[in-house]
Nanobody, 121 residues
Framework: VQLQAFGGGLVQAGGSLRLSCAAS????????MAWFRQAPGKEREFVAS????????YYADSVKGRFTISRDNAKNTMYLQMNSLESEDTAVYYC???????????????WGQGTQVTVSS
């Protein structure tokens, strides 16, 4: 089982960035896929989640209306479109997978490596 996150970078406040998470090694059709982030000195926090087969989504209040989670079944890839970025969005972003909708990182058995997002003000 492998999740690989990429697409991070440096962007100015107000700008946009799209993260990708490629999944391989098993079928995640019934899983919830999620994005978490961890800022320096802070705990890892839930950002958004999507159910792979239905496309149902769930967002943290802090990103509602600015971030959009989606997936491409054919490419086995999940995305996080981030718009109107703020300096508070600066963090390492991780993708993860779980059998159920969860917002706590300990409930996710599968993780990808992180990708750094830096928003300059």
């Amino acid at each position: 089982v492998q999740l690989q996150a990429f697409g991070g970078g440096l962007v100015q406040a107000g700008g946009s960035l799209r993260l990708s998470c490629a999944a391989s090694g098993r079928t995640f059709s019934s899983y919830w896929m999620a994005w978490f982030r961890q800022a320096p000195g802070k705990e890892r926090e839930f950002v958004a989640s999507i159910r792979w087969n239905s496309g149902s989504t769930y967002y943290a209040d802090s990103v509602k209306g600015r971030f959009t989670i989606s997936r491409d079944n054919a490419k086995n890839t999940m995305y996080l479109q981030m718009n109107s970025l703020e300096s508070e969005d600066t963090a390492v972003y991780y993708c993860a997978a779980s059998r159920s909708l969860r917002v706590v990182q300990s409930e996710y058995p599968y993780w990808g490596q992180g990708t750094q997002v830096t928003v300059s003000s």
